[in-house]
């Protein structure tokens, strides 16, 4: 039924009840076409400064309002175009929520809180750490790549897999490659996400090791998010259940007291002992912690842990916003640095394409977000139309987080940021050599003495900041001169390790969330083997669930200590390998959407998804190709595997960064393992891209699998779409709500007539 | 964060199935976590 109101139209599924839809065809005002104008304007002085400024120093705010500007005509008129063109959205139809609604996981959720949820779910250290690293070759590429990318193919990606999950009971990406493009493209699919899911936790895990080792403070602050999160468990499980909030708050005021205690407590004896522990030490506490976090009860440590890091990333990435607003720094990067032209650079092997894609994946375009954005946050949605703030708004803001790690990154001295950040087989771990190192570099400005270096980590709490690799150490240091702002230079050491801290509790959250997901994914595909292993379906079999965590640690624990021992310094070699996994993950999902697009018959408007694929396939392949046959020791996997090789059968104990045989040995090991890997990678997606392409064909020939969308089943709720609600919305949403108080009224009558 | 789920809950149990029983609220989130054990939520990089 639909009712006409000027441009607007109100559709409703049961004549007694208020609309469930409204279609609002209202022409632009030109009170905004003045507003979305002048925002263009100042985003494109706000570009022109970043990129035409030479020879001085830019300010930080301008890469803030470049990507806020581009953001708000991107979610304004393109992700409207998409809406509009391909997703279609139907708020006369149920979402999954509405129809599944189990209480459980299948729930229609408040839009702003669904949001929050979207947006913890999809950001963690990934869009902190990769723009962190592709700094070495100048801010400029960066922060086109992550604004750009984020805009034409991450939030595209994000979106676009929300819509066909949504219109798929909320299926996860594997069975959805399955339904739409066959058996084996599915297969290949689900185990692509296995494997890329063991190299991010890998990679993730080395990242909070090297930002953790030898730092007493760090590791006591990050031990005590144990015992406090116990606490929060028990809490809510015997005390105050359902207090979240409350229980939230206090869990974040313990958290805050173990940083600050954690200065004093790394100056004890006992302290510096028990929490000063080496790299491969502090890699075995963490296998530990993640195997127990899988098969311990999530009320007790998952739950709580997910709360407080939930709170701390929404809360600092605020903090850090105003913090760049108020402080107001200047960029110490260039624009473009020579090692974006020769690729030499000591941070990461390799030429701007593909590497500097491969490095800033999430921010711009991140494969992972197609497992949050099918499967959990579809379960949730209340109304069709909210997908694009959900899908393309928490991209968005992603990206945003992605533009702020760079700008901490960009403002620090540059000198400084290579004695960070390069491995050190290359700096030689004295501050002499470290100086003498990066004075070697050809940087601008003036050179870095020794004293400088060591002075640098007093002023942050540390010994030493040389080669603290990883990008959390960066960030940090970066972050405590943006947050030094509130309350002056004497607290830098406190922002330094809260920066720490925060970094690594969610990327904890992430390997124990990531372990136990995981651990789901391997059962659930060894259960599909048949015969004993059948009884692998049933999650509370315990030996099956501490048989599938143990393979899944060992899985990325062995990568993890690979990665800590390794001679050549083990984020330089691990990191690449990561990113290209991630985007390869985008791959797969953006050839369903692809295919799905091709399916419904829009092909008009198939260049959306179809531009970020091959984008994303030409940045991906090219750097698995370089990696697995490049020539090029440095970048590839298997001629630096051969070289070594060699090295050892020439009887040489010592080669390159390898100072013993057992070292040269290390790096033959692992060249293998890594190029093995790139190949078993690139393998996968082909086969899931080729096998989108022959269903594509057959469709288009007028024949192949139907698609598999459900029935629509008429709504019975109503709910706005943006974060705002229009005029009407707010006029519907009343309606809606006096339906409601006189139905509860006359429940509670017949409530209180029963009871006489 | 969670602290309006049970109301939600209550609210959804009496529209959806009247007159069947509604768990406590200590019931509730017991149930809420069971299934989050074997259904867990991906979190992302």
Redesign the interface.
């Known amino acids: 039924m639909e009712e006409r109101d000027g441009d607007i139209t109100y559709i409703r599924t049961d004549k007694d009840l208020p609309p469930v839809a409204i279609i609002d065809r209202s022409p632009i005002k030109t009170r905004h076409k003045i507003i979305f104008g002048v925002i263009a304007l100042l985003g494109a002085v706000a570009w022109a400064m970043i990129a035409l400024a030479r020879g001085e120093h830019v300010n930080a705010v301008w890469f803030v309002i470049a990507a806020i500007c581009t953001y708000v005509i991107a979610y304004r008129f393109y992700a409207r175009l998409i809406e509009m063109k391909i997703v279609r959205p139907r708020d006369d139809e149920a979402t999954p929520a509405e129809v599944f ?1 189990n ?3 299948y ?1 229609p959720t408040d839009r702003r809180v669904l949001f929050g949820h979207h947006f913890a ?6 869009p902190l750490v990769g723009p962190v690293l592709a700094m070495q070759m100048g801010y400029l590429p960066g922060v086109i790549w992550i604004v750009i990318g984020a805009v034409f193919a991450g939030c595209v990606q994000d979106y676009l897999v929300l819509w066909v999950s949504v219109r798929r009971r909320g299926r996860t990406l594997g069975q959805m490659v399955r339904d739409e493009m066959g058996s084996v493209a599915g297969a290949s699919a689900i185990v692509a996400v296995f494997v890329i899911m063991i190299i ?1 936790l890998a990679v ?1 895990a080395l990242v909070v090791v090297q930002a953790l080792a030898q730092s007493p403070w760090g590791v006591f602050s990050i031990a005590m998010t144990i015992p406090i999160a116990l606490f929060m468990g028990l809490y ?2 015997f005390l105050r ?6 229980v ?1 708050v206090i869990g974040v005021v313990l958290l805050l007291l173990a940083v600050v205690s954690g200065n004093w407590v790394a100056h004890t004896s006992w302290g510096a002992s028990w929490f000063g522990l080496s790299p491969v030490t502090l890699s075995w506490c963490i296998i530990v912690y993640g195997f127990a976090a899988s098969v311990l ?3 007790l440590l ?2 709580p842990r ?2 407080l890091s ?2 701390m990333k929404v809360g600092t990435i605020c903090l850090l916003a105003v913090g760049i607003l108020l402080a107001r720094p200047l960029v110490q990067a260039p624009a473009v640095s020579h090692f974006a032209i020769s690729g030499t650079g000591p941070v990461f092997a390799g030429s701007l394409f593909p590497f500097l894609f491969i490095t800033i ?2 921010g711009a375009l ?1 494969g ?2 197609s ?2 954005s099918s ?2 946050t579809p379960k949730l949605l209340t109304k069709q139309s909210q997908m694009r703030l959900i899908g393309y708004g928490g991209m968005l803001t992603e990206s945003f987080v992605a533009i702020m790690a760079l700008t901490t990154a960009a403002i620090i001295n540059q000198h400084l940021y290579f004695v960070i950040n390069a491995p050190a087989a290359q700096t030689g771990t004295t501050a002499a050599s470290a100086a003498n190192y990066v004075n070697g570099l050809g940087l601008s400005g003036p050179p870095a003495t020794a004293a400088q270096i060591t002075q640098a980590a007093h002023d942050v709490g540390e010994k030493t900041i040389i080669s603290r690799t990883g990008g959390a150490p960066t960030l940090a240091i970066g972050m405590s001169q943006v947050l030094g702002f509130f309350g002056g230079g004497g607290l830098r050491p406190f922002w330094y390790h809260f920066a720490i801290m925060f970094e690594a509790v ?1 990327i904890l ?2 390997v124990d ?2 372990t ?2 995981a651990r ?1 994914m391997l059962s659930d595909g060894l259960s599909n083997l048949g015969g004993p292993l059948r009884k692998l379906r049933d ?2 079999w315990r030996i099956g669930a501490w048989s599938c965590s143990l393979i899944v640690v060992a899985a990325w624990g062995s990568v993890l200590l690979m990665g800590v021992t390794d001679p050549l310094g083990g984020i330089n070699t691990l990191f690449p390998l990561f990113g290209i996994a ?1 985007q390869l993950l985008a791959a797969i999902a953006l050839t369903l959407v692809s295919v799905v697009v091709i399916k419904k018959g829009y092909l008009n408007w198939l260049w959306i998804p179809a531009i970020p694929l091959l984008w994303d396939l030409a940045v991906t392949l090219t750097a698995s190709w370089q990696k697995i046959f490049s020539a090029d020791p440095k970048v590839g996997y298997w001629a630096q595997h051969h070289q070594f090789q060699q090295a050892r059968h020439a009887g040489k104990t010592v080669f390159g960064s390898a100072k013993n045989l057992h070292q040269i040995d290390a790096v033959i090991r692992n060249t293998f393992i890594q190029g093995t890997l790139s190949i078993v990678f690139a393998v996968l997606v082909v086969i899931v891209f080729v096998g989108g392409i022959i269903v594509a064909l057959r469709v288009l020939r007028g024949g192949g699998p139907a698609l598999s969308e459900d029935s629509p089943v008429p709504s019975r709720l109503f709910a706005p779409s943006g974060l705002v609600p229009t005029r009407a919305e707010r006029e519907v949403e009343r309606q809606w709500d006096a339906v409601l108080n006189s139905h509860a009224k006359s ?1 509670a009558k017949s409530v209180g007539t029963a009871a006489h | ?3 309006s ?2 109301q ?2 209550v609210e ?3 529209r ?1 199935h009247p007159g069947e029983p509604v768990l406590s ?2 019931e ?6 069971a ?11």
């Open positions: 609604e209480d459980t996981d729930m779910a999809i950001a963690g250290a990934g991010l993730l809510l499980r259940p359902g207090r979240v909030s409350e939230t009860p999530v009320w998952l739950a997910d709360y939930t709170f994946a999430c991140s992972f977000h497992l949050i499967g959990t969610f959250t992430t969330a990531g136990r997901v789901f999650p509370s991630n429940r | 964060m969670g602290d789920h049970y939600r809950y959804h149990r009496r959806a609220e200590r509730y989130w017991k149930m809420r976590y299934a989050a054990d074997s259904r867990p939520g991906m979190r992302c990089c």
